[in-house]
């Protein structure tokens, strides 16, 4: 159609050997990545500077994406944390007039490798079938056998630590410097709106790298601690796990999401696991079990806490259930002020159920 950006072959080959053949859009390129599919029906530019996405190779399911453009005040991160993207069909031209650019214009500006005029509904099913797996996208060089080559250098993501990669690299503020409440962020990964949610509610925040030792926050006299949701494997992160222990230690408020949550059961003896193919999208339902209310998720994972052993511990409460299939999405220590959940309250994008965890967080300090 007139306006629209030349695209060629591109071939995406998953780690079982089947591939499908589509167009290119975005960067003219080669990534390679775990894949996973989001169900959400919009949101995808939040969802592409999600830092939790990095390493991944993300199936919009969605039958068209770009349909409302790009705007630079709806990013999660500061680029696009996704290595390559998959759809069914690319939109380049936008309804939205407060649109900055094209999503085409976008990805090939942000360097990533996308394919699409390919059957995502088919593509979805196979995964949800077979489970998470790696593969690799390319519009340069279409051969099976070149791809299978290279995809075979492709680490897995089980075992990977990326949250140090994707960590900020300096301290940062910010919200009123004046406040009563002062919140410590370990950055894994954080969401702007995460921070946005604790600033809204007057904190003074204060963004630490991932593997800032616990004393170096101590100058800041913070009156909690938050955890954030970040990429990758938390099992081989015990730099991580023992700065939460040490939190604990303190009897300091906590307050952790997703990573963050998976970290605070690993500092309480709860394994983690790689889910089969995860969760995400922002539809998830949710049971709070402590009010018996239910409430709409956003959601991001691929790893999750090992069931049986959160409920045979002595310190661990269950408080949130996952609706659909009984994994469990919220926990908080027994006689500590600390508590986490497996999804995204900040809910950007997606519903705004879950923001009532920021308050009770908030309260949690002043009290």
Do not use: W
Not at 8 to 36: H, P, Y
Not at 71 to 76: G, L, P, T
Not at 179 to 207: M, Q, W
Not at 230 to 242: C, L, T
Request: hydrophobic content about 35%.
């Amino acid at each position: 159609m007139p306006g629209t950006t030349p695209s060629q072959k591109t071939v995406l080959l998953l780690e079982d050997g089947n591939f499908f053949v589509g167009r290119s859009f975005g960067k003219i390129g080669t990534a390679t990545g775990e894949i996973c599919f989001n169900t959400g029906m919009t949101g995808y530019q939040e969802v592409f500077t999600d830092p939790s996405y990095f390493g991944q190779v993300v199936i919009m399911n969605a039958a068209h994406i770009g349909n409302y453009g790009v705007k630079a005040a709806d990013v999660e991160s500061n680029s696009v944390k996704i290595r390559g993207l998959i759809a069914r069909n690319l939109e380049e031209r936008f309804s939205r007039f407060q649109a900055d650019n094209s999503l085409q214009q976008y990805l090939a500006d942000q360097g990533i490798v996308g394919i699409h005029q390919v059957d995502t509904r088919a593509l979805v099913a196979h995964i949800r079938t077979s489970g998470a797996q790696n593969c690799i996208i390319s519009s340069e060089d279409t051969d099976i056998t070149s791809l299978k080559n290279k995809l075979a250098e492709v680490p897995s993501m089980s075992g990977l630590e990326l949250a140090s990669v994707v960590s900020t690299r300096e301290v940062y503020e910010s919200g009123n410097p004046h406040s009563p409440i002062r919140i410590a962020v370990y950055d894994f990964g954080v969401k702007k709106n995460i921070l946005n949610c604790l600033t809204e509610r007057g904190a003074h925040i204060r963004v630490y790298p991932a593997k800032t030792p616990l004393k170096e926050t101590e100058s800041f006299k913070p009156h909690g601690y938050f955890i954030s949701n970040g990429p990758g494997d938390p099992a081989p992160m015990d730099y991580a796990v023992q700065t939460v222990k040490e939190i604990l230690a303190k009897n300091m408020p906590l307050f952790g999401i997703c990573l963050g949550h998976q970290l605070l059961a690993l500092a309480n003896d709860i394994p983690t696991f790689k889910m089969h193919h995860g969760h995400r999208g922002l539809n998830h339902p949710v049971k709070n079990i402590i009010s018996g209310r239910s409430e709409i998720t956003t959601q991001n994972h691929g790893f999750g806490i090992d069931p049986e052993a959160v409920r045979q511990s002595d310190a661990v409460q269950i408080t949130h259930l996952n609706l659909n299939d009984d994994s469990i999405e919220g926990i908080r220590i027994k006689g500590k002020p600390a508590f986490s959940v497996q999804y995204h309250p900040e809910s950007t994008p997606g519903p705004h159920d879950s923001r009532y965890l920021f308050d009770e967080f908030i309260a949690l300090m002043k009290n």
